[in-house]
């Protein structure tokens, strides 16, 4: 079921005078209940601006926003934010100060609410909210003399007291140092797994999208690409902004040469600058067509010696590594072209100037349009 309808939506910032493109262009999606959306794109490509539109803070130029069925903007109808059923974090936490913790999480209970509740029920669901969060022994403190994460969680407390039926998010974990970042992602998605929340979340950080997605709605310009999950937008990437989107790939333009169909799977053997790879393809290919070829570093294996009778193998030499910890992180010149390889440290022992072989296995190799 979808809590949360957008159906072309377009806003202008500019009026007519300044007829550039609308800065949302003809955005359409639903984010099912109980799921965590991720919006994901560049800085600027117009993802505040579409939770702001749900939200209530600005009115679309056009379209049409409905949550849990009922219909909030429209032609005709505007509804003002404190009437629609969500709950908003925003990257810089804004806390309020000179406010205890409690008062911060109770204030859309006693200034929000179309009924009014009393002391008990004020506090019984302010308690809850800061037990979600695990703040519950934080209740008294001034919320300003709290940590970064703990100041989000008291923004995200705030955001969940009156129950909301969506729950919108921008960027709430992008101000917090890289540790707390990682620990504030797992706490989060607990939170929203465990009382199952509709969630809109927006960032541009890929890796905060993969481990945070249900569902990604890949956003460029304005538009809104697709809408994948997580590991499809890794693993089978359908455009090159897609595969750049979800992480580090190297890309060679090539042609095709060869296309075979064994009933099973579709391969297609493509001629590049870096030589002849065999690879899966997802869509239909034509011999003569012009397409890219995508590989993740991860994918790409490095031999001291050729691996015998094993496609997709070709000379290199390795020009840099760089020890990362976990994993070195290996460039390497084919054919005069730049690749980039990522190995686990473990075992590696190769170093530069030694000659090598590259191996793209083919069910890693993404043929995408060029
Ligand atoms: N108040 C405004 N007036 C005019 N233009 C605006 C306004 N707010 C945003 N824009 C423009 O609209 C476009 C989309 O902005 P938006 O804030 O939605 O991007 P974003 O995807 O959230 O980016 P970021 O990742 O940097 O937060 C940008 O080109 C921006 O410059
Ligand atoms: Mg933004």
Not at 36 to 42: A, H, Q, R
Not at 68 to 76: I, L, N, R
Not at 77 to 94: E, H, N, S, W
Not at 241 to 254: C, D, K, L, N
């Amino acid at each position: 079921m979808s809590a949360v309808t957008v159906r072309n939506l377009e806003h202008h910032y500019q009026s007519k005078k300044n007829r550039d493109r609308p800065q949302v262009d003809n955005v359409s999606f639903d984010v099912n209940s109980g799921e965590m959306f991720v919006l994901l794109g560049p800085s600027g490509c117009g993802k505040t601006t579409i939770l702001r539109c749900i939200a209530g803070l600005i009115r679309p130029s056009s379209g049409e926003i409905a949550i849990d069925g009922k219909t909030v903007a429209g032609p005709t109808k505007f509804v003002p934010t404190y009437r629609r059923d969500i709950g908003l974090v925003f990257q810089d936490y804004a806390v309020w100060p000179h406010m205890t913790v409690f008062e911060n999480v109770a204030f859309p209970l006693r200034h929000g609410s179309a009924k009014k509740l009393r002391r008990n029920e004020i506090r019984d669901q302010v308690m809850a909210s800061l037990e979600m969060v695990k703040l519950e022994k934080y209740a008294t403190r001034d919320a300003t003399a709290l940590s970064g994460g703990q100041q989000q969680r008291v923004a995200l407390a705030r955001a969940l007291v009156r129950e909301p039926a969506v729950l919108l998010l921008d960027e709430p974990l992008s101000n917090l140092d890289a540790a707390l970042r990682e620990q504030m992602r797992h706490e989060l998605r607990q939170i929203q797994q465990r009382i199952r929340i509709t969630t809109l979340f927006v960032t541009h950080d890929q890796s905060e999208a993969l481990s945070m997605a249900t569902r990604i709605g890949l956003m460029r310009d304005g538009v809104l690409e697709e809408v994948t999950t997580p590991r499809d937008l890794y693993q089978a990437p359908k455009s090159q902004h897609a595969a750049s989107a979800a992480g580090a790939a190297v890309f060679y333009e090539g042609t095709v040469e060869a296309v075979e169909d064994d009933g099973m799977q579709r391969s297609a053997r493509v001629g590049t600058p870096v030589g002849r790879l065999q690879a899966r393809t997802l869509g239909p290919v034509q011999v003569g067509q012009t397409v890219t070829v995508a590989v993740r570093p991860e994918d790409i294996e490095v031999h001291p010696a050729p691996p015998t009778d094993r496609p997709n193998v070709l000379a290199a030499k390795i020009t840099s590594v760089l020890f990362l910890g976990p994993s070195v992180d290996v460039r390497l010149e084919v054919a005069g072209h730049t690749m980039r390889s990522t190995r686990p440290a473990k075992g590696w022992t190769q170093v530069e100037d030694d000659s090598a072989y590259v191996e793209l296995p083919v069910d890693r190799v993404h043929i995408l349009p060029a």
